[in-house]
T-cell receptor, first 109, second 111 residues
Framework: AQRVTQPEKLLSVFKGAPVELKCNYS??????LFWYVQYSRQRLQLLLR??SRESIKGFTADLNKGETSFHLKKPFAQEEDSAMYYC???????????FGKGTKLSVIP | DVKVTQSSRYLVKRTGEKVFLECVQD?????MFWYRQDPGLGLRLIYF???????EKGDIPEGYSVSREKKERFSLILESASTNQTSMYLC??????????FGPGTRLTVL
């Protein structure tokens, strides 16, 4: 069975401080990993996916197969980064996403 | 720009009522999904559909059914609503193994 774990329900950081949102997964094959974000009163939207290797809004995430992790990082937090963040996994050949329980990021001005 | 719409943003129903939640996508996507989103539990998949008239159970299908008569429309049905089905319901569309695009959500309250 596949599983996604986000150990922090809530993460508070000061503006300008580095941010790291943790995501660990359990999957026997080669997964595809995603980060989704939901800003207040907005719909859930894709932030980034590991296969595209992009940096979106200053965020990056590297898939570490040895540690089965896909942590989301940003060197300098901004107030507009305050949101709910979900890590998700899709197994090989599957349509479905398995989501973690989410981490609420609060950036303190 | 891709578009997934849901019929209602807020819905209040009584216990035992039959409830229909509608989702429409304009992306010609084969795959559509229904999730419920609860604080501390994240998103949990209820049902998904990979083609017209096709459906697959997700992780929490009990108490729900779905209908997909046309490619662009995917309906979630609560046969007899209960208070533990009070939640935010999210619909998503996906083409093949592309990313999922989500609707704005329907906040359902069952009294």
């Amino acid at each position: 069975a596949q599983r996604v774990t986000q150990p922090e329900k809530l993460l508070s950081v000061f503006k300008g401080a580095p941010v790291e949102l943790k995501c660990n997964y359990s999957y026997s094959g080669s997964p595809e990993l995603f980060w989704y974000v939901q800003y207040s009163r907005q719909r859930l939207q894709l932030l980034l996916r590991h296969i595209s290797r992009e940096s979106i809004k200053g965020f990056t995430a590297d898939l570490n197969k040895g540690e089965t992790s896909f942590h989301l990082k940003k060197p300098f937090a901004q107030e507009e980064d305050s949101a709910m963040y979900y890590c998700a996994l899709r197994g090989a050949g599957s349509y479905q996403l398995t989501f973690g329980k989410g981490t609420k990021l609060s950036v303190i001005p | 720009d891709v578009k997934v719409t849901q019929s209602s943003r807020y819905l209040v129903k009584r216990t035992g009522e039959k409830v229909f939640l509608e989702c429409v996508q304009d992306m010609d996507h084969e795959n559509m999904f229904w999730y419920r989103q609860d604080p501390g539990l994240g998103l949990r998949l209820i049902y998904f559909s990979y083609d017209v008239k096709m459906k697959e159970k997700g992780d929490i299908p009990e108490g729900y059914s779905v209908s997909r008569e046309k490619k662009e429309r995917f309906s979630l049905i609560l046969e007899s609503a209960s208070t533990n089905q009070t939640s935010m319901y999210l619909c998503a569309g996906q083409g093949g193994t592309d990313t999922q695009y989500f609707g704005p959500g329907t906040r359902l309250t069952v009294l």
